[in-house]
């Protein structure tokens, strides 16, 4: 488990979390990591909010930063598959744990939100 | 003299509205979501990380570790982590007032994860600098060619 490893110099929490978490990408990497391979359509269908520009910007992103690739195919109609890289599965540790927390997080909250009577809105 | 953990009565309001705020984010958004909204941003990482391998910190202390941090923007963070039940605020009884900040025993549960995000951070670094920043590619023709094929 990485947490055995003595710890970084810095604290690199921040520089983690601005790979990941720009908007979207936390769903488009959990798709990717669930599904492998996706085309760009299929990941559409998977975020209906996001726009394609705001998506292919997400994407792009992670591309750059070394997480996702995407490949071409060159055929009619064209076809773009967008996968993990190597490097972009160390991040199946990361997401497990961003997830378990924010699971745990919601229950919390939900049984709180039962003993406390709900705010009234003003 | 531990006095209190409690904001002033005055802020009650407030935090019943960021309670709802709370509930909102959490119906809306997968679990991912909901814990970078508790973590993220620009502070609340570094805030956290101190607290949790630095344990108990005075508000000064806080403040000059992690430099580049107003006052205002460490109030509000150290509030909002409050809120969310992750970071306990005690009030001695002294003087001059003595203030700490720490983790709650929930707050402790982020621990193992800021630890896995910054070792993944160092990965990270570490592999930008093996390849360089680059340009976010954008063609890979790996696709075969069309090839002319003649049958017979």
């Keep these: 488990m990485q947490t055995e490893l003595p710890l ?7 520089p983690a979390l ?11 990497l959990y798709h990717l990591l669930e599904d492998r391979t996706l085309r760009f359509g ?11 520009k705001m998506l292919t910007q997400q994407l792009r992103e992670l591309e750059r930063d070394g997480i996702v690739s995407r490949k071409v195919y ?12 190597e490097f972009g599965q160390t991040l199946r540790p990361v997401m497990t744990e961003l997830r378990k927390w924010g699971q745990k997080y919601r229950s919390r909250v939900c049984q709180q939100g039962e003993r406390r009577r709900p705010a009234v809105r003003r | 003299v531990f006095v209190n953990k409690e904001n002033g009565g005055g802020q009650q309001c407030d935090d019943e509205r960021d309670r709802m705020k709370v509930t909102d984010r959490n ?16 502070w609340k990482p570094l805030i956290l990380w101190h607290l949790g391998e630095g344990g108990v910190r005075r508000f000064l202390e806080l403040q000059r570790t992690i430099p580049g941090i107003t006052r205002k923007m460490l109030t509000q963070h150290l509030r909002e982590l409050e809120r969310d039940g992750v970071v306990a605020r005690q009030i001695f009884d002294e003087m001059p007032l003595r203030v700490e900040y720490s983790l709650t025993k929930y707050g402790q549960t982020l621990r ?13 670094e570490a592999y930008v600098a093996r390849n360089g920043p680059r340009p976010a590619p954008r063609v890979e023709p790996t696709a075969p060619k069309r090839m002319a094929i003649a049958i017979g």
């Design chain 1, 18 to 28: 601005k790979v990941l978490g720009g908007k979207w990408k936390a769903i488009i």
């Design chain 1, 42 to 52: 299929q990941l559409r269908r998977f975020l209906p909010d996001a726009t394609q």
């Design chain 2, 112 to 124: 193992p994860l800021l630890r896995v995000l910054c070792h993944w951070g160092s990965k990270h």
């Design chain 1, 8 to 14: 970084p110099e810095r604290c690199l929490v921040r």
């Design chain 1, 74 to 85: 060159h055929q009619v109609p064209p076809k773009v598959e967008y996968s993990l890289t």
């Design chain 2, 27 to 42: 119906a809306n958004h997968c679990p991912v979501e909901v814990t970078l909204s508790v973590i993220g941003g620009k």
